[in-house]
């Protein structure tokens, strides 16, 4: 079953604009993390943030974690054609050991 | 460092044959998880795998098993396939602590006709 519920589904921005995609959860957490995947290949880790910080930047990525509306967002600035990808959050709900629950995804499409 | 390596990148399979999928973690890892991805379920896990032990596991049927050896590599054996385990197959790796990031390998499409 999947933990996060992300929205848009489907994003589509001109080079340079800002992209911001939402998550939702249902359970606590000890830390949500955002990873991309460029067409049906491997995941790959973007930023981690544990649930007692608000936000957290990495380059052009700013994350942001309410856990009191059980909400993450991210926002990629001045995005570029090779952010193209889908975007997924993960949780991380057990107390030892790494079982990630994903959510839908949001697909990037960045044009020229 | 090596990334995560799964072998093979592609597999065509009959339904009812049984199939296993390889997955040799970054070296100094010793978690490793399995992921299944399918357009209709998302990404799902399945289970993880730390110190030759299974320590979690997803819902999924007990044709779906692994295994980790002493030296962190691991296998995943799907038995008696049927058309809907059509999939790619995920293999992350992690340090031991937990609450870390995971690294992904390119995954293992699974195509069972």
């Known amino acids: 079953s999947q933990q996060g519920e992300e929205d848009p589904q489907a994003l589509s921005i001109q080079e340079g604009e800002n992209a911001t995609m939402n998550c939702s959860y249902k359970?606590?957490?000890?830390?949500l993390q955002w990873y991309r995947q460029n067409s049906g290949r491997g995941l790959v880790h973007l930023i981690l943030i544990r649930s007692n910080e608000r936000e957290k930047h990495s380059g052009r990525l700013r994350v942001t974690l309410d856990t009191s509306k059980k909400s993450s967002s991210l926002l990629i600035t001045a995005s570029r054609a090779a952010d193209t990808a889908s975007y997924f959050c993960?949780?991380?709900?057990?107390?030892?050991?790494?079982?990630?629950?994903f959510g839908t995804g949001t697909q990037l499409k960045v044009e020229l | 460092k090596a990334g995560v390596t799964q072998t093979p990148r592609y597999l065509i399979k009959t339904r009812g044959q049984q199939v296993t999928l390889s997955c040799s973690p970054i070296?100094?890892?010793?978690?490793v998880s399995w992921y299944q991805q399918t357009p209709g379920q998302g990404l799902q896990f399945l289970f993880e795998y730390f110190s030759e032990t299974q320590r979690n596991k997803g819902n999924f049927p007990g044709r779906f098993s692994g295994r980790q050896f002493s030296n962190s590599r691991s296998e995943m054996n799907v038995s008696t396939l049927e058309l809907g385990d059509s999939a790619l197959y995920l293999c992350?790796?992690?340090?031991?602590?937990?609450?870390?990031?995971?690294?992904f390998g390119q995954g293992t499409r699974l195509t069972v006709v």
């Open positions: 359970t606590s957490i000890n830390n």
């Open positions: 992350a790796s992690s340090p031991a602590g937990g609450y870390t990031e995971a690294f």
């Open positions: 993960a949780t991380d709900l057990t107390g030892g050991g790494n079982k990630l629950t």
């Open positions: 070296s100094g890892h010793r978690s």
